[in-house]
């Protein structure tokens, strides 16, 4: 394994001091608990989606994270321009291709952002990985053990032609590159139980991916805080809302000590 | 009355055993926690409003949530078009017409999507079911006792039109079809300092009417659960933002004892 | 100092008594949070952003707060028609310019709704007043001491060339019109780390606005019960998610012992 728990805290450190500004294009659904998640974590969210100002703020930020959780047309334009002046200025671009295979134009969106400006990090669950690569015996919302062997090869598959790092976040977490691979086994089931987990692992993923240029590590880094965090709040969660709220204030509070305590990876 | 707690108990069950799939086409305040909620109760909600998109997630949901709270012109057409389709693969539709009677705006689209797809169930509170009904003596934000009455009489003539299940919310809930009613007398004062308790109400009323096809029964199950999540709340809140947390706890823990002790309707 | 806890409970108060409608056309990242924050102190929210609908919404309201965070054209046209139709109806406009500074399109339309329909109260971090002031200097999203000198100048010219009461939140909150200043002191750092508390803060403006035309005296409240439901939740916090949610609560339960004790300003 790459990662080290003295790394994903050196990384912590250093979004804490530096307070990256991350640019989200995301969902509804999740602008304010991504927002506070990346607070929460010490970086600087900003939410911007029109086509008038996208292009400016990538000129100000550190990431760009694309979320196609809540489509609609002039959104996909913005995503297009964005993800292209971030091509253009080097900076890292995360994309979450939130249902893909659920419906058509998801798929579609997620090709067409995918093929236009190479993302540093795919982030999504199986069976969003294997609708992105085009996988026979896509299934929707069926993320078993089964199926990640699928997923695997969906996402081997996607970083040999894209040369992107594709994490497949699940009970266990798959980051592979064309070189490389990383395995996350933190988290709790309880977390699929809150909406946006996925997007904010995302969105955190922009958070690592500023600070830390080796994208397999910036997104183990980010799979691993998520799921630290999760399980610290699961202690003492009484269900999925206040688990939402130890999540965050559990990303605010977490030191070198819990992550070597609770980190588990190979 | 025809609901009874273990009724209740029996949907309740089958909504975590088979997960329905719960479209939504709703406003921005309440996205998150109204896919919290669902995702508590044990349900899978899916927003989505693009018009590229939304006949194909009604192909594959068991029901769909519209609320029209923040509305543009855009999303009205992708309301048709989703209500048609659920019309067309006879799922339960579910129209919570938010704000009718407080703009012509909110009032036309409630009479359209009325008059075009018949929803399954009608939820709201005394003053926009009378919008909806053009009844006179509309009081924009006044759901008081005496306006009870009026409401029932509205409700009555909508169901009689359209054959539509009506959901009166209020300090007490009253389900209303062309044949037959039902009263729920669960909740507490304290959850209307909450936003979108009423937008959640009408999507916990989706995942409902996805597992019983009796839309009276599915409406006062929903109304039932609402209201009792919400008391078992109140007992430890200190506050509407501590309620919020709770009752979603509340959902996800929700027993079979927990329905038979607070279940009150009629 | 004109105001003075007593007054600030007046206020408080009359809010709770008359729940005045306060219509919000803001960014889709606090609409829930702002949404609750009306309900907690005892206003009455609504969020309307159609063409089609927000000069009748205005005509109900008895105040109108405007927020940037989230822009698009659609919504930017109807920020115009919306402030027009207050203008004309003499009630209250809050104009909160997040971002400005950091892309043209947020500086330009900043200015543009200014010089259109000059606010009651402009409320912003000390950069984003300097950019809508277009003062030399400004520097995207740091608000230090050094800068608030220049932020005051730059509020006090805009208070002279357009008659609003200028608003700069921080440590320290400034309000100042051609004729009156007032000084907050109340708040905490940790506010700085939950996403949207300006934007709520704006929100009350509006809520105390509507009771309150002397519009110095009801920014300085609003700013004043921001900062002392922020401290109260920060006592028993262990986050920000935490403080989000004992913040709420606290204005929920805020009483006259609690301005009485925490407020500090001059």
């Known amino acids: 394994m790459k990662v080290t728990a003295q790394e994903i805290w050196r990384s912590v450190s250093t979004i804490r001091e530096q307070a990256p500004l991350v640019h989200n294009i995301t969902n509804y659904v999740v602008m304010n608990t991504t927002a506070n998640a990346l607070l929460a974590l010490g970086a600087s969210p900003v939410m911007a989606h029109a086509v008038d100002e996208v292009e400016d703020m990538v000129d100000i930020a550190s990431a760009l994270v694309i979320n196609i959780g809540t489509l609609s047309r002039d959104w996909v334009v913005a995503m297009h321009r964005a993800a292209k002046r971030a091509g253009e200025r080097g900076i890292p671009v995360i994309l979450d291709p939130v249902g893909a295979g659920a419906t058509r134009y998801r798929t579609e969106t997620s090709h067409e952002l995918l093929a236009a400006c190479p993302p540093a990090i795919l982030r999504g669950n199986a069976s969003e990985i294997m609708a992105v690569a085009r996988e026979e015996g896509t299934t929707k919302g069926v993320d078993s053990t089964n199926s990640s062997q699928t997923a695997v090869r969906a996402a081997e598959k996607i970083a040999r032609e894209y040369k992107s790092v594709v994490c497949i976040s699940g009970a266990e977490d798959y980051i592979i590159s064309d070189t ?17 987990l996925g997007c904010t692992a995302s969105a955190l993923c922009g958070a690592f991916a500023a600070v830390n240029s080796d994208y397999v590590c910036a997104a183990a880094e980010a799979m691993a805080v998520m799921g630290i965090a999760g399980e610290m709040a699961v202690r003492e969660a009484t269900g999925p809302a206040s688990l939402q709220t130890l999540f965050l204030d559990a990303l605010y509070n977490l030191s070198e000590e819990d992550i070597a305590h609770y980190f588990i990876g190979e």
């Open 180 to 196: 490389d691979t990383a395995v996350v086994k933190n988290g709790h089931a309880m977390m699929t139980r809150v909406t946006g």
